[in-house]
């Protein structure tokens, strides 16, 4: 009789045992992200014209975070990309630029993707980069957009053997333009003036403000006003001052 007894308690408590598995295995599921941390390098794209030394953009150039997917709960589906790379060379420059790209994007990313394990909305929606090499100079390119649709283009310049910081002068001679690159910008900004805002007037005091004010925010010049594209084309970035006031952000291509 006790055997009796003992066979059949167990034979429900199979029976809860099983009915519980199914309701756990029919129960909803919460998404989250999964990204995985990866040491890669990046893939430098070749510039039509030009050859590049993509071994050596891969040897200092790495990916220490890679993420991707679906952002959770999302309705219609929104997706995430976060890539933060990591400049491998020896100069304190580089390491400088490297702390800077950690304040500026690694830490938003980590945040992002709390906010994700939290059920709640990220604020970046993507954190990509590219970089390659035109003869001694490595430019580093980041790519940031927000899920309000703002995008910016942030760029490192360094010397691609050693990481140490690059000069107007170094960036003129890799771009084969002649002549002191601050009249050189200073003449570029001047024929900008010209053909947006006409040629200067006599006595035009707001113009000749404006101008100076232009030209002066590029004082002192250094790689954080102008970078090299993948076909060695060198762009001058500047505030541009508008005479009737205001002002806007320009990508000047020189010479």
Not at 25 to 49: M, R
Not at 51 to 77: A, F, L
Not at 95 to 114: H, T, V
Request: aromatic share 8%; hydrophobic share 35%.
């Amino acid at each position: 009789m006790k055997r009796t007894i003992f066979c059949t308690a167990l034979l429900v408590l199979c029976g809860l045992l099983l009915a519980g598995c199914e309701l756990l295995e029919d129960a909803p599921q919460e998404t989250l992200p999964v990204g995985s941390y990866v040491l890669a390098v990046t893939s430098p794209l070749q510039p039509s014209g030009e050859k590049t030394e993509p071994e050596q953009s891969e040897q200092t150039v790495k990916r220490v975070i890679n993420y991707e997917g679906e952002i959770p709960y999302s309705y219609p589906v929104k997706l995430y990309r976060y890539q933060l790379p990591f400049i491998d060379l020896p100069d304190q420059y580089a390491m400088i630029c490297n702390q800077e790209i950690e304040s500026l994007f690694g830490a938003r990313i980590r945040s992002s993707m709390q906010a994700m394990e939290s059920g709640q909305g990220p604020e970046l929606e993507a954190v990509t980069y590219l970089s390659f090499i035109c003869g001694e100079i490595l430019t580093l390119r980041i790519d940031e957009r927000s899920y309000d649709e703002k995008t910016t283009q942030t760029y490192y310049t360094l010397n691609a053997r050693t990481g140490a910081e690059v000069s107007a002068r170094e960036l003129f001679a890799e771009a084969g333009i002649n002549g002191e690159p601050e009249q050189v910008c200073n003449q570029t900004v001047t024929e900008l003036f010209a053909r947006r805002f006409g040629p200067p007037e006599e006595g035009n005091e707001a113009y000749t403000t404006a101008l100076t004010r232009t030209q002066m925010g590029l004082v002192p010049l250094t790689t954080k006003w102008m970078h090299l594209t993948e076909a060695g084309q060198l762009i001058l970035a500047l505030t541009l001052y508008h005479p009737t006031g205001g002002m806007t952000y320009e990508e000047i291509p020189l010479p």
